[in-house]
């Protein structure tokens, strides 16, 4: 077994009993990276220079606490202090962050290594990274399929052992339908539980922080160091973070899981469906109670979210217009000129798309058709939750409707491309944490078991997520980095 | 319902995005076709919900009124396009 191989936990094991430093393990996931990021493409920046400069002072003290010396990837949507920031855009090509991410800077504080910045779509939209401005990542477990999105480098990097866990974003699926479709634990807390202050904004009332790991150990340990409580966003709750490790207990006995009827309908492959109801047998077996419950509004979440979200876009995006930073065209002759002319050379169709649509939502006269509707079915949504949580701890869902797709096979036509989120979408519009683990295999393609739990609820998914993997066996396998 | 070139250059307008005759032909359909999408909204009945624009009850969040130190400008204005004697600089307004 190689040390990049190797699981978060394993490594602070194999650290505190001294039988390796953290220069070692870092040399070894840039081994790793030199040898395979050819073919996966998960990396818009690798900082193996600062990584290893890191790493020794990391061994010079000797204090291998909690994440010291374990290397990690950032989605290219942290901040990072001196360390070229793109937001997958041309727009911030050129784009270095005089700060840090509060989420980084924590795992920063903890002495975890950054290896690197991480692909993903432009401005965290799209469901495959193919909206990166600079290339595609690829899935490892078939490079001619596409990783998902829109942490899809994030994704890619932890299932093909680049590094041992990394964060991403997730606003309406981009942590979990990646971590399904490469076939490893992704985590959406609930919105509030992570600060987002230095994440460049998508849809401020959707966005959330979230993690990327090999397995749900990991996924605990990193997720109680960057939740709770930050002055600098005034969304993030200031609630208790548990100490997620104290869930794995591996005991489901009496708890009460419901699957929604709605989500194994919306065209789900029937392959996806098998395995999710042999995963809830499964459940069974080990003493939780299972049933089928309703979520009547399912099917509207996602044109609502597709009002919402492009809203908040079109605002939060009016801030590139070429004069604080990022790109500009020297051409244009009037100020407003400037504007337009910059972010049309600087934001890629998809983003362009969005903002119209959202603009358009917001505009006189449209108001209230769109935006206002959207916002009362959102409500519609998240009191669908609410009650299906009075009488239950955990909701089990398939992630994503398909398994990865080839490259290029669904850019034609937005809405096709934005069908991929059908699953993942309601989470968000209802604020709620989300799980994707993985719990079986079509044609050798993961599929991932979406796990959806009450507010600030988290511990209560690590604890089903735990008890699935531990008696199953699909979180150990490992892509072969071929073509299928 | 179609948008009409008028709209969708009103929408970039707005979007302050400069776009090409065949940008406005391929973004007016696309967005027609969303915004299609997006009518299927109208069958649920809504009159009497309370739209949901926060997930989380929050409201104000003040804090005290002590100046900090700021980032020094020379590390803001390095991603500057433009910058002048520590100003941003931009074409001519007036």
Redesign the interface.
């Known amino acids: 077994m190689e040390l990049y191989e190797l699981t978060v936990h394993e490594l602070q094991e194999r650290l505190s009993r001294r039988e390796i430093c953290s220069q070692e393990i870092v040399k070894s996931n840039f081994l790793r990276i030199h040898d395979v990021e050819d073919k996966v493409k998960a990396f818009l920046t690798l900082t193996e220079e600062l990584a290893l400069q890191k790493a020794q002072e990391v061994d010079k003290v000797g204090n291998y606490q909690s994440i010291a010396g374990i290397p990690m990837g950032l989605k290219d949507i942290f901040c990072t202090r001196g360390v070229k920031t793109t937001c997958g855009s041309k727009i911030l090509a050129?784009?270095?962050p005089?700060?840090d991410s509060t989420a980084s800077s924590r795992l920063n504080e903890q002495q975890g290594v950054l290896v690197g910045k991480l692909n993903m779509d432009e401005f965290a939209m799209g469901s495959s990274t193919e909206n990166s401005a600079f290339f595609a990542t690829r899935n490892p477990w078939d490079l001619e399929r596409v990783p998902g999105g829109s942490s899809g480098g994030s994704a890619a990097a932890v299932a093909a052992c680049e590094v041992p866990f990394a964060l991403g974003t997730d606003t309406g699926g981009s942590i979990r339908q990646p971590a399904s479709f490469c076939g490893i634990v992704g985590m959406k807390p609930t919105?509030?539980r992570v600060s987002r202050w230095g994440v460049i904004a998508f849809a401020s009332?959707l966005d959330q922080v979230g993690v990327f790991s090999r397995d749900v150990r990991d996924c605990a340990l990193i997720m109680k160091i960057i939740a709770g409580h930050d002055?600098l966003d005034?969304?993030s709750?200031d609630i208790e973070v548990p100490d997620y490790t104290a869930f794995l207990d591996g005991n489901v006995k009496g708890l009460r899981i419901a699957y929604p009827r709605e989500y194994f309908q919306q065209g789900v492959d029937d392959a996806i469906k098998e395995a999710i109801k042999k995963a809830l047998l499964k459940y069974e077996e080990l003493g939780a109670i299972v049933e089928e419950v309703s979520l009547p509004?399912s099917?509207?979440a996602l044109?609502?979210y597709?009002?919402v979200a492009p809203a908040e876009a079109?605002a939060n995006l009016?801030r590139y217009?070429?004069?604080?930073?990022?790109?500009?065209d020297?051409e244009?002759?009037?100020?407003?000129?400037?504007?337009?002319?910059s972010?049309?050379q600087g934001?890629g169709d998809e983003v362009?798309?969005r903002?119209?649509?959202g603009?358009?939502?917001l505009?006189s006269g449209y108001y209230d058709a769109?935006y206002?509707?959207?916002?009362?079915?959102?409500?519609?949504i998240?009191n669908d939750f609410d009650m299906v949580f009075k009488d239950f701890d955990v909701i089990v869902s398939p992630t994503t409707p398909s398994t990865a797709f080839k490259i290029g096979e669904q850019s034609g036509?937005?809405?096709t491309l934005?069908m991929n989120d059908i699953l993942t979408v309601p989470v968000n519009m209802?604020?709620l944490p989300g799980m994707s683990i993985p719990c079986g295999f079509d044609r050798g393609l993961p599929i991932g078991m979406q796990l959806i739990g009450r507010?600030f609820d988290e511990g209560t998914l690590f604890k089903a997520a735990y008890a699935f993997e531990q008696n199953t066996d699909f979180y150990t396998m490992k892509p072969t980095l071929g073509v299928k | 319902m179609a948008l009409t070139i008028k709209e969708v250059e009103h929408v970039a307008m707005l979007a302050r995005l400069t776009l090409s005759d065949d940008e406005k032909l391929r973004f007016g359909e696309q967005l027609s076709s969303i915004l299609n999408y997006a009518d299927s909204l109208n069958v649920l009945p809504t009159d009497d919900v309370e739209p949901l624009t926060h997930i989380l009850p929050v409201h104000n969040v003040f804090r005290a009124d002590e100046a900090r130190p700021g980032m020094p400008r020379e590390e803001i204005l390095a991603n500057a396009p433009q910058a002048e004697e520590g100003q941003y600089k931009v074409p001519k307004i007036m």
């Open positions: 050129n784009f270095v005089p700060y919105y509030g009332s002055s005034s969304t709750a509004h099917e509207y044109p609502a597709y009002l079109s009016a217009d070429g004069v604080r930073y990022g790109h500009r020297f244009a002759g009037s100020v407003v000129e400037m504007f337009s002319q972010r049309a934001f362009k798309r903002i119209m649509l603009a358009y939502a505009s769109y206002l509707k959207a916002l009362k079915v959102r409500r519609l998240a036509d937005p809405l934005y209802a604020g507010a």
